[in-house]
């Protein structure tokens, strides 16, 4: 797996959050969510298991578009609805045809952009931009480890992968960017 960081020191307090991916550049890009409740468990938010806002894991993701390299208006959400029962949430992004094949994502040349909505209404928008290298994007994690509350940390770190078959792709990127 080859890597790229560029990291920001922007953190901030969060009980719900929104995160919104817009392009309407023709290609399949995904958002998703991992989680690690506070048991231990991990889950994944994806297209292929959208979550649920009202039961556990309290994430959902609102459709998969773009499927197929479409142009146009696509856009996805994911909403996180209740942190309490979690320890830490992932977010990412990932080029679906690009992991696939193990090819650099259209990053570079798409519109894709995020914005990540706090429940008052503070946001913060990223553009994805790892240049020639990378097809998952992990922008973000909401740590909820502290008593005093959930603290969301802009990560942003490129990762190429070759087939997405499991969560345990995605927490290598995790455990690199602990490492660090």
Request: proline share 1%; aromatic share 10%; glycine share 10%.
């Amino acid at each position: 797996m080859e890597l790229q960081q560029t990291s920001f020191d922007e953190i901030i307090d969060v009980k719900q959050l929104t995160v919104s991916m817009k392009w309407t550049t023709a290609a399949d890009f995904d958002l998703a969510a991992a989680y690690e409740t506070k048991e231990g468990k991990r889950g994944l938010v994806y297209f292929g298991g959208l979550g649920n806002l009202d039961a556990f894991p309290y994430i959902r993701l609102s459709k998969d578009d773009g499927v197929g390299d479409t142009g146009g208006d696509n856009e996805e959400s994911l909403h996180i609805n209740r942190l309490y029962g979690m320890n830490h949430v992932w977010l990412f992004c990932w080029d679906y045809g690009r992991v696939q094949e193990g090819k650099s994502a259209r990053f570079k040349d798409s519109d894709v952009n995020l914005t990540i909505t706090d429940e008052l209404g503070n946001n913060v928008t990223v553009e994805i931009d790892t240049g020639e290298r990378g097809n998952v994007y992990y922008m973000a994690s909401i740590d909820n480890t502290n008593p005093t509350g959930a603290t969301l940390i802009n990560t942003s770190l490129a990762g190429t992968l070759k087939g997405l078959k499991t969560l345990e792709q995605l927490m290598a990127l995790v455990r690199y960017t602990n490492e660090k």
